[in-house]
């Protein structure tokens, strides 16, 4: 949605008189069955939303508190983040559109107005917000709150309405901004910066509420946090730190938005070229699939989620919808997002879909989804994609790229064949991610091993009885170099110790263990592909190309689907081979 409409509004003392004669509740409104022809395309993410209004004010309590579970847990009174769904009411309330006939309803204003004044009575008279307790001073309440309010006070600025609480909301943002742009406030800024999507969340609100009620203290405090966000929020290997580590659902899908709506607010230089190296750092991480249906992504060292794979159109809603404003900027970001006339494409087809429009299931109903929709779209031609995907770093034909963090190592191994991926250090980011080999990827096939956090039956290890592997821990390793590259990583107990080779046509891993165990191998199978199993190796036949694991001994190995982890088209089957202690695999192309 590119601006906000005060057309055929209920405004004034006639919207103040309605207010005042509708009773101390929220009343159920009319259902709505959404026309998919009717909605702009860039509005499609609109009709789902649409739909949860009448359930929403239905499920709200009689002081404003969003209840029923639509948006974020615990779903308690003194959770600040329920009520984010401000924004949402406001923007059904406000917007003057053929499709939306909640526009000006008195009853839709009213139970606005009672979960804004929920919302503001939860602040802390320092400016914060709690979430896990009553008496909490949360950084994600806050920087979130700052982002919804200052939005929800647009939109009733342009349209006129509730104005005592537009005066109430002006002052609240006005404490938390005292409260977060603080530098010397530990609970938003460390010396490294825990979760940085929520601090970039806290200044995009900051930009807007600034844009708003400009205080040229604030605003110079708002520039110098944009500084500080850059040198204490961003890894020098490129990712946006996550608990100390990357996380490519809160980088890509969170932070890097959020980082979006703050340079779109503020227009600081700052922000692009931060942009710019976390661009490059997911030119080693995301994956292209050689048949364009989407991207693997080197999920083995997150920190906190699991997000393993990202289609090649996405079409809204869409959580990574807004890095579109800085492709003119940053040119290479293109690869990863949508193409214009793919999206076009996707849209079509959707409003030509007869099928009712699916409606949200609880608690998946973010707000950001539409909070997220205000500017122009600036997603790229389907040319300046195919470029910016021609010139992704493991396009080329041969590096050696080792990226280093506060005692992470992460290796990018290419070469004519493959593509091998590592995650080593003396430590971890959490107990989620893995360590060890995490990915291996054909220019031609595409991924064939993908690696998992959080899950010790599908990640790339050497297994001990009681399925202990050794990449739950740390792993510190040796590069060593040379042509054929090598390099060796080992437990801390020296349980485990492995060595790689990598030749331009193969890869040897060698383990050496000190008790029988188990070498275990995430594989992508496509629906497509030919699996030959025997006992000293396993064949996989994609297409023209066929690659051959080979342990060049008689052993008894096991392939079984992964129960959960599935993708369009593919599965994840989990190889198994036990040994005693002493193994090697050779991974090697057949044929290409």
């Given at each position: 949605m590119n601006s906000f409409s005060r057309r055929s509004l209920?405004?004034?003392?006639?919207?103040?008189?309605?207010l005042a004669a509708l009773p101390g509740r929220a009343l159920a409104l009319p259902p709505v069955t959404p026309d998919r022809r009717q909605f702009a395309p860039a509005e499609q993410r609109f009709a789902p939303y649409l739909m949860a209004v009448s359930p929403m004010l239905s499920d709200m309590e009689p002081g404003g508190f969003f209840g029923g579970g639509w948006w974020r847990s615990p779903n308690v009174s003194y959770n600040a983040r329920v009520q984010e769904h401000v924004y949402t009411l406001a923007?059904?309330?406000?917007?003057?559109?053929?499709?939306?006939?909640?526009?000006?309803?008195?009853?839709?204003?009213?139970?606005?107005?009672?979960?804004?004044?929920?919302?503001?009575?939860?602040?802390?008279a320092d400016g914060s917000w709690p979430e896990y307790s009553p008496t909490e001073h949360s950084l994600a309440a806050t920087g979130f709150a700052m982002g919804y309010l200052s939005k929800t006070n647009t939109l009733l600025s342009r349209a006129g309405v509730l104005a005592a609480r537009q005066t109430q909301i002006t002052a609240?943002?006005?404490?938390?901004?005292?409260?977060?742009?603080?530098?010397?406030?530990?609970?938003v800024w460390q010396?490294?910066?825990?979760?940085?999507?929520?601090?970039?969340?806290?200044?995009?609100?900051?930009?807007?509420?600034?844009?708003?009620?400009?205080?040229?203290?604030?605003?110079?405090?708002?520039?110098?946090?944009?500084?500080?966000?850059?040198?204490?929020g961003q890894s020098p290997a490129g990712y946006f730190y996550e608990e100390t580590g990357a996380d490519t659902n809160y980088n890509f899908e969170v932070m890097l938005p959020e980082l979006?709506?703050?340079?779109?607010?503020?227009?600081?230089?700052?922000?692009?070229?931060?942009?710019?190296?976390?661009?490059?750092?997911?030119?080693?991480?995301?994956?292209?699939?050689?048949?364009?249906?989407?991207?693997?992504?080197?999920?083995?060292?997150?920190?906190?989620?699991?997000?393993?794979?990202?289609?090649?159109?996405?079409?809204?809603p869409e959580r990574t919808a807004l890095n579109n404003q800085f492709v003119p900027a940053v040119p290479a970001l293109a690869a990863f997002m949508s193409s214009r006339e793919d999206l076009a494409a996707a849209r079509a087809t959707w409003a030509a879909n007869p099928a009712p429009v699916p409606a949200l299931v609880k608690p998946d109903t973010s707000p950001r989804i539409l909070a997220h929709a205000i500017y122009d779209e600036r997603y790229p031609t389907c040319a300046a994609r195919t470029a910016a995907i021609a010139r992704l770093p493991y396009r080329r034909a041969r590096f050696t790229e080792i990226r280093s963090d506060q005692g992470?190592?992460?290796?990018?191994?290419?070469?004519?064949?493959?593509?091998?991926?590592?995650y080593f250090g003396t430590r971890r980011a959490t107990t989620l991610a893995r360590t060890g080999l995490t990915f291996?990827?054909?220019?031609?096939?595409?991924?064939?091993?993908?690696?998992?956090?959080?899950?010790?039956?599908?990640?790339?290890?050497?297994?001990?009885?009681?399925?202990?592997?050794?990449?739950n821990g740390p792993?510190?390793?040796?590069?060593?170099?040379?042509?054929?590259?090598?390099?060796?990583?080992?437990?801390?107990?020296?349980?485990?110790?492995?060595?790689?080779?990598?030749?331009?046509?193969?890869?040897?891993?060698?383990?050496?263990?000190?008790?029988?165990?188990?070498?275990?191998?995430?594989?992508?199978?496509?629906?497509?592909?030919?699996?030959?199993?025997?006992?000293?190796?396993?064949?996989?036949?994609?297409?023209?190309?066929?690659?051959?694991?080979?342990?060049?001994?008689?052993?008894?190995?096991?392939?079984r689907p992964a129960s959960t982890i599935t993708y369009p088209g593919r599965r994840i089957f989990i190889l198994t081979v036990p040994h005693s202690g002493a193994f090697t695999v050779t991974i090697s192309v057949l044929r290409s």
């Open positions: 209920i405004t004034g003392a006639t919207a103040l008189g309605l923007l059904f309330a406000t917007q003057s559109r053929t499709w939306n006939p909640y526009r000006g309803n008195a009853e839709l204003l009213s139970a606005l107005d009672r979960a804004l004044g929920h919302y503001l009575g939860l602040q802390h609240a943002l006005q404490r938390a901004m005292t409260w977060f742009l603080n530098p010397a406030n530990g609970t010396p490294k910066i825990h979760f940085s999507n929520q601090v970039t969340a806290g200044l995009a609100g900051s930009a807007l509420a600034l844009r708003q009620n400009p205080d040229p203290v604030l605003r110079q405090r708002l520039t110098e946090a944009f500084t500080r966000l850059a040198a204490t979006a709506d703050a340079w779109r607010q503020s227009d600081d230089a700052t922000l692009v070229t931060m942009t710019r190296r976390y661009t490059d750092w997911l030119g080693y991480n995301l994956l292209r699939e050689p048949d364009g249906s989407g991207w693997f992504a080197n999920v083995a060292p997150n920190s906190r989620t699991t997000s393993k794979f990202y289609a090649d159109v996405r079409p809204d992470q190592d992460f290796l990018f191994l290419r070469r004519p064949q493959f593509y091998l991926g590592g291996l990827w054909h220019p031609v096939a595409g991924t064939v091993v993908q690696s998992m956090n959080n899950n010790n039956h599908a990640c790339w290890a050497t297994v001990f009885s009681g399925q202990v592997p050794d990449a792993q510190e390793a040796e590069f060593l170099g040379g042509e054929p590259y090598r390099f060796r990583y080992r437990t801390p107990s020296g349980s485990v110790v492995t060595e790689v080779t990598v030749a331009a046509d193969r890869i040897t891993r060698t383990v050496t263990a000190n008790a029988a165990a188990v070498e275990q191998i995430p594989l992508v199978v496509k629906d497509s592909d030919i699996v030959e199993l025997d006992s000293r190796g396993l064949t996989l036949t994609r297409g023209k190309v066929a690659l051959r694991f080979d342990w060049a001994q008689s052993l008894t190995p096991d392939l």
